[in-house]
């Protein structure tokens, strides 16, 4: 992995350049080991938080790992194109447009001691500008190279804070065309219920069960760049104790293997569907 400047990432991504770089500022990697019509991202997998940070936050450090979706930038590593953001989403959130990324409440919690300086803030801000700049830069490549792309939108959720049975999987689609890429998005939903978990851990998989897709994430590169599908994919927390903070490596390596061939059995296929059309 290289330290680069936003400049030198978008210009390798444009002349197809191989690499694995984190950004001069930290906030975020990207790893390409080959152009490929799909990608996988994480932007909710980091966890820091920057000092001047630490004395006004009203959130512990355990209230902010709740939150965060740990392990799901290694849930993906072994594909060839991965984007992970690399700050907590207590900071800035990722999957929320530029006016809304820094909050002030989170989870029905005050965030901030006190207003945060402005000078704080765009600070913020301009480390989730220049992320979607090269997420921009990113598909728009994908897709003169390829004509159609699809990227797997890694998330995670605390399942335990539900007063129902959630699935073990969820998949949010209310933001995508459903009409071209329907067959995509059932066929996906499929692979995942079929994966078989240790421990006895229940799997099954549904759609806009328990969120709907309503990321800024999707909405970005579905507004922009109408032959991509994202598949926003939620996995329930099982892969730790929510309320102990104990990760189980067992569980997230199993999904790891799993996910190493179906997403890209999957991605080929969606080639194969949608490249022609």
């Given at each position: 992995m290289?330290?680069?400047?936003?400049?030198?990432?978008?210009?390798?991504?444009?002349?197809?350049?191989?690499?694995?770089?984190?950004?001069?500022?930290?906030?975020?990697?990207?790893?390409?080991?080959?152009?490929?019509?799909?990608?996988?991202?994480?932007?909710?997998d980091g966890f820091q938080f920057r000092k001047e940070l630490w004395e006004i936050c009203l959130h512990s450090a355990y209230e902010r790992w709740y939150e965060e979706d740990p392990e799901t930038k290694n849930m993906i590593a072994f594909h060839p194109i991965v984007i992970?953001?690399?700050?907590?989403?207590?900071?800035?959130?990722?999957?929320?447009p530029s006016e809304e990324a820094v909050f002030e409440t989170a989870w029905g919690k005050q965030l901030w001691k006190q207003p945060l300086p402005e000078a704080v803030k765009q600070n913020s801000l301009k480390k989730h500008d220049t992320f979607y700049n090269v997420v921009a830069s990113l598909?728009?490549?994908?897709?003169?190279?390829?004509?159609?792309?699809?990227?797997?939108?890694m998330h995670s959720y605390n399942w335990q804070r539900w007063d129902r049975e959630v699935p073990t999987w969820n998949l949010g689609t209310s933001n995508i065309n459903n009409d071209r890429f329907g067959a995509a998005v059932e066929s996906w939903r499929t692979s995942l219920?079929?994966?078989?978990?240790?421990?006895?851990?229940?799997?099954?998989?549904?759609?806009?069960?328990?969120f709907q897709g309503n990321g800024y994430f999707l909405?970005?590169?579905?507004?922009?760049?109408?032959?991509?599908?994202?598949?926003?994919?939620?996995?329930?927390?099982?892969?730790?104790d929510e309320?102990?903070?104990?990760?189980?490596?067992?569980?997230?390596?199993?999904?790891?293997e799993e996910l190493k061939y179906r997403?890209?059995?999957?991605?080929?296929?969606?080639?194969k569907t949608y490249s022609n059309k």
């Open positions: 290289e330290k680069l400047s936003v400049s030198e990432i978008i210009n390798n991504i444009q002349n197809e350049v191989v690499f694995h770089a984190v950004s001069d500022d930290y906030s975020f990697t990207l790893k390409i080991d080959s152009y490929v019509p799909y990608a996988c991202a994480a932007i909710h992970a953001g690399c700050d907590s989403r207590f900071e800035y959130d990722l999957n929320r598909i728009k490549k994908l897709e003169e190279k390829f004509g159609v792309c699809v990227v797997y939108d219920s079929e994966i078989v978990f240790p421990n006895n851990i229940k799997s099954t998989a549904k759609i806009n069960d328990t909405k970005f590169i579905t507004n922009n760049f109408k032959n991509t599908l994202v598949l926003a994919t939620e996995i329930a927390k099982v892969y730790c309320y102990n903070q104990i990760l189980f490596p067992e569980v997230v390596a199993k999904v790891s997403l890209p059995k999957h991605a080929s296929e969606f080639y």
